[in-house]
Every structure is written in C-alpha cells, then in structure tokens.
Nanobody, 121 residues
Framework: QVQLVESGGGLVQAGGSLRLSCAAS????????MGWYRQAPGKQRELVAR???????NYADSVKGRFTISRDNAKNTVNLQMNSLKPEDTAVYYC???????????????WGQGTQVTVSS
C-alpha cells in the first residue's frame, strides 16, 4: 500500500513564503512524475507545478517565477517552495504522484490528503 503525506501548509501574510513537502511511502516500484495541485473553494482542482523523474518541470502561469518544485528521488519526496505569496494562492494543496507499486506492472495516480495554505492580505 502506498501513501503520500504532505506537510508544511499554514497561514502566511501576502508576500511571505511557505515550503510544502510530500513523502511517498510503502511498496514503491518506481515513481514517474510528481506534482502539486491546488483547489480553492468553488473552483476546480488545478495543476500548480510538476516535475518528472529526470527533473523536467512545468508550472502554472500564475506561479511562474514565484514557486519552485524540486524532488529527491532517493527519498521519494517532492517539495514546493512558494515565495511572494498572494491571497489568490489560498487553497488546499494536494501532492500527486504517477507511481507503480512493486506488485504491479502499470503505474497509476496517487493523491495526498491535502494541506491548507491561506494567504492573508
């Protein structure tokens, strides 16, 4: 069984910074892409940032230049450094991994439980 556990959310003033972390654990065979998504009240879940196993990244236009995604393949972790935060960044942030369990041939998408990020103006 595989789990993704996020940490690092909280309340911050506009212009501040937060760092989110996500650790994958369990019977992991391999991890392809990892990423962060967010969902604000009344809105659809959207991609924030994504990183492949070889380090290629892509970001939502709204966070480019402010957020940085990184991963440690040896530790099965992915981080999101969020700087210059804005009130519109307020959302529940979810970790995602395209991951293959050891007992399986194909990979599938796994989600963390979510962590709240609130940016006050």
């Amino acid at each position: 069984q595989v789990q993704l556990v996020e940490s690092g959310g909280g309340l911050v003033q506009a212009g501040g910074s937060l760092r989110l972390s996500c650790a994958a654990s369990g019977s992991i065979g391999s991890i392809n892409a990892m990423g962060w998504y967010r969902q604000a009240p009344g809105k659809q879940r959207e991609l924030v940032a994504r990183i492949t196993s070889v380090g290629s990244t892509n970001y939502a236009d709204s966070v480019k230049g402010r957020f940085t995604i990184s991963r440690d393949n040896a530790k099965n972790t992915v981080n999101l450094q969020m700087n210059s935060l804005k009130p519109e960044d307020t959302a529940v942030y979810y970790c995602n991994a395209d991951l293959r369990e050891r007992s399986r041939i194909v990979s599938r998408s796994y989600w963390g439980q979510g962590t709240q990020v609130t940016v006050s103006s």
